[in-house]
């Protein structure tokens, strides 16, 4: 499962050959959360695209919001078997960048936040999907759900899901056009591999999602 992350302004030209909008305009955010819009890069002619979606998936077959699922994640095992997703498959992946994501810890009652970032402090490179919803009211809306995977040997201590992270050839193929085999997305969608990322408890005012500031991803001892 991944419900937060955060994404400091950065340059991602060196992981990707982008081509942004001057109208795009995205301050840094350290507390993302579910029905925001935010920077996905989609595939585009001569390299990739940065575009603003908004995270949580609407079906583009959906009448209307009401009673429709908007999941936030869509799970790497079930993609191609869930109606919702399967279609996407083909022609509508897309990528989330990140410099970090939350999870949670459960013991008893007590959750404990853990921040999980790269130990480079690179950009972390998400596999998504998106959909475009004809919104009778406000016209077309696209949005995306961030594809997750089993947890690697550092997070299972934390929680048993992450999202399902991509390298640079990865991103590439993530990317290209057509559809890509059962068993090399199987591949592209595996759990990250060991000694990438770095895991650390954070204070507990990331639960609310109105805390936006980087002191969120900093370190708080003695906790976890």
């Known amino acids: 499962m991944c419900r937060r992350y955060a994404l400091k302004c950065i ?35 001569g390299g990739a695209r940065l575009a603003m979606l908004e995270w949580g998936l609407i079906p583009h077959g959906a009448r ?48 404990t936040p853990f921040y999980i970032c790269r130990k480079d402090r690179e950009p972390l490179l998400f596999a998504g999907l998106y959909d475009t919803w004809q919104d009778p009211d406000a016209g077309p809306r696209r949005t ?20 399902a992270i991509l390298d640079g050839e990865g991103v590439q193929r993530w990317l290209s056009p057509g559809s890509i085999p059962a068993n090399e997305r199987d591949a592209l969608l595996a759990p990250a591999a060991p000694g990438i990322l770095e895991v650390y408890p954070v204070s507990p005012r990331v639960n609310s999602p109105s805390a936006d500031d980087e002191r969120l991803t900093l370190p708080v001892r003695g906790l976890g």
């Open 144 to 163: 995306y759900a961030i594809v997750t995977t089993a947890a690697n040997a550092e997070i299972s201590p934390v929680h048993d899901r992450m999202p």
């Open 64 to 111: 209307d919001l009401r009673g429709t699922p908007r999941p936030a994640n869509a799970r790497a095992e079930g993609l191609a078997g869930r109606p919702i997703f399967s279609y996407l498959l083909a022609d509508r992946r897309c990528i989330v960048p990140a410099t970090g994501f939350y999870e949670w810890k459960h013991e008893g009652s007590r959750k």
């Open 11 to 45: 340059d991602l030209t060196g992981q990707v050959r982008l081509v942004v909008d001057a109208d795009i305009r995205f301050p840094s955010h350290f507390n993302i959360a579910p029905s925001s819009t935010n920077p996905v890069i989609l595939a585009a002619p």
